[in-house]
């Protein structure tokens, strides 16, 4: 299984940014998706999730409203697009594979057996 993420980059506070995962070695429209994210010196926490139809997502508080989670079945690629862009969003951001919704609702990185390598996002102030 092989989940390739793409598009960070450095970008002004405000900015806009559309993060992408492509999934290869699973049937992808079977996995539920996740994107979770890392800054320097805290643990992995969870950003956003999508069901395997699409149809059913969910977001930390931290970025509701400011950001949307989709997913291309036919592509098997999932997307995070960004908006308004603060500090604190600057991490490392990483998508994630895994089986069932409720795996996804748990939140928890210890729960999916499926990653990417991660992109960087720095937002600047």
């Known amino acids: 299984v092989q989940l390739q993420a793409s598009g960070g980059g450095l970008v002004q506070a405000g900015d806009s940014l559309t993060l992408s995962c492509a999934a290869s070695g699973l049937t992808f429209s079977l996995h539920e998706m996740g994107w979770f994210r890392q800054a320097p010196g805290t643990e992995r926490e969870f950003v956003a999730a999508?069901?395997?139809?699409?149809?059913?997502?969910e977001y930390a508080d931290s970025v509701k409203g400011r950001f949307t989670i989709s997913r291309d079945n036919a592509k098997n690629t999932v997307f995070l697009q960004m908006a308004s862009l603060k500090s604190e969003d600057t991490a490392v951001y990483y998508c994630a594979a895994g089986r069932g919704w409720s795996t996804l609702l748990s939140r928890s990185a210890s729960d999916l057996p499926f990653w990417g390598q991660g992109t960087l996002v720095t937002v600047s102030s």
């Open positions: 999508i069901s395997r139809s699409g149809r059913n997502t």
